[in-house]
């Protein structure tokens, strides 16, 4: 009898385990490890040519603009000063994709996109801040984000809509 519980078991488990392996069209495609290097790696790699608006010894970045649409990816030079400078852009609102010492800001279907590139953990900013929407820089709640740290030189980027 307990030869046969088990037996039993073991299928039941061998159907839950494979019942999820099939074809599934809605799946997700899977993300890649969190891509690592310098800001031009990382550009290449999201298949971005950076026009480089910052190039300080703490923070590197630049502005991309592909058929994805527009972003900012930025390196660090440590992991506190990304973590200083995530929490400060987050109170704008906004969606982070955040890798080892970089990070993309952008929209959130555009950051979407960037991840099946570079990996990463997506964040998502608050948007406590009340301000009027439909600036240039405005992400999809409306926010103008043109002041956002990140988002110089954004308003003047040709718009891939």
């Known amino acids: 009898m307990r030869t046969e519980r088990a037996g039993v078991a073991v299928a039941i488990l061998a159907l839950a385990l494979t019942a999820g392996c099939g074809a599934n069209d809605n799946k997700a495609p899977a993300v890649p490890k969190a891509a690592t290097g310098s800001l031009e790696q990382l550009a290449a790699k999201a298949k971005c040519e950076p026009n480089i608006s910052t190039d300080a010894a703490e923070l590197r970045q630049a502005n991309c603009v592909t058929g994805d649409g527009k972003y900012v990816l930025a390196t660090f030079a440590t992991d506190r000063g990304q973590r200083e400078w995530i929490n400060e852009a987050k109170d ?57 740290p990140g988002m110089d030189g954004m308003e003047d980027m040709p718009s891939m809509r």
């Open 92 to 148: 704008y609102g906004g969606s982070y994709l955040v890798g080892r010492k970089w990070v993309v800001v952008g929209e959130a279907a555009v950051v979407a996109t960037v991840r099946g590139r570079l990996g990463g953990e997506v964040e998502t900013g608050s948007s406590h801040h009340a301000q009027n929407g439909g600036g240039t820089s405005a992400d999809p709640s409306g926010h103008d984000m043109s002041d956002m």
